[in-house]
């Protein structure tokens, strides 16, 4: 079946810092992938919708210039959290819809755990 | 903003026992999945329901589609310990294109032995 990957699994960095998550669809391509945030004992929430070779469409109330999303390629999307801060910690996971079972399926990553010290 | 209900938000039973988790909408879904996902990572796709009425069987979980299409149910039969999880309803709403799932809140299933 479709597999998604994130690197990193976790990362801890100090307030202030940016950091790079990046999502790749392994065997298949992605012109679309998304990207959520959960908070602990919380549901996923949607950040933004990241699009090969056009801007990507955030959510209502997500910061664009603190959430830097960039679609590389057909298999790489990046989320950029820019000056961190520890209220940005959180597990951000990112999707992407391929063909599975007949109709259209999202395949979810294995997730990133942030913490800003 | 699309709101998706899911109930009951936290639930803990006796291994053997049945339960049901609901998942409601005022508006209509062109397709709706559950997931599970264990603590760390990410969710575990179970089932996509499409069609209004469909009912399908994943061993001894049963996922029901409405017949409008604005709800959904899973109902485990004699769950055990290894049920234990968050299972997370996500609909994807009538628009066309590739959207990004709305979540429901979430259950937090507890099976004690």
């Known amino acids: 079946g479709a597999v998604v990957s994130q690197h990193p699994s976790w990362v801890i960095c100090k307030s202030g810092t940016s950091v790079k998550i990046e999502c790749r669809s392994l065997?298949?391509?992605?012109?679309?992938m998304f990207w959520y945030r959960q908070f602990p004992k919380q549901s996923l929430m949607l950040m933004a919708t990241?699009?090969?070779?056009?801007?990507?469409?955030?959510e209502q109330g997500v910061e664009k210039d603190k959430f830097l999303i960039n679609h590389a390629s057909l298999t790489l999307s990046t989320l950029t959290v820019t000056s961190a801060h520890p209220e940005d910690s959180s597990f951000y996971i990112c999707s992407a819809p391929g063909r599975g079972a007949g109709t259209d399926t999202q395949y979810f990553g294995p997730g990133t755990r942030l913490t800003v010290l | 903003t699309q709101l998706l209900e899911q109930s009951p938000q936290f639930l803990s039973i006796q291994e053997g026992e049945n339960l049901t988790v609901y998942c409601n909408s005022s508006s209509v879904f062109s397709s709706l999945q559950w997931y599970r996902q264990e603590p760390g990572e990410g969710p575990v796709l179970l089932v996509t329901?499409?069609?209004?009425?469909e009912v399908k069987k994943l061993k001894r979980l049963t996922f029901q589609f409405g017949d409008a299409r604005k709800d959904s149910s899973l109902h485990i039969t004699a769950a055990q310990p290894g049920d234990t999880g968050l299972y997370l309803c996500?609909?994807?709403?009538?628009?066309?294109?590739?959207?990004?799932?709305?979540f429901g809140k979430g259950t937090h299933l507890i099976i004690q032995p």
């Open positions: 990241s699009n090969e070779g056009s801007k990507a469409t955030y």
């Open positions: 996500a609909g994807e709403y009538s628009g066309g294109g590739a959207d990004g799932l709305t």
């Open positions: 065997d298949f391509q992605a012109t679309t």
């Open positions: 329901v499409v069609t209004g009425g």
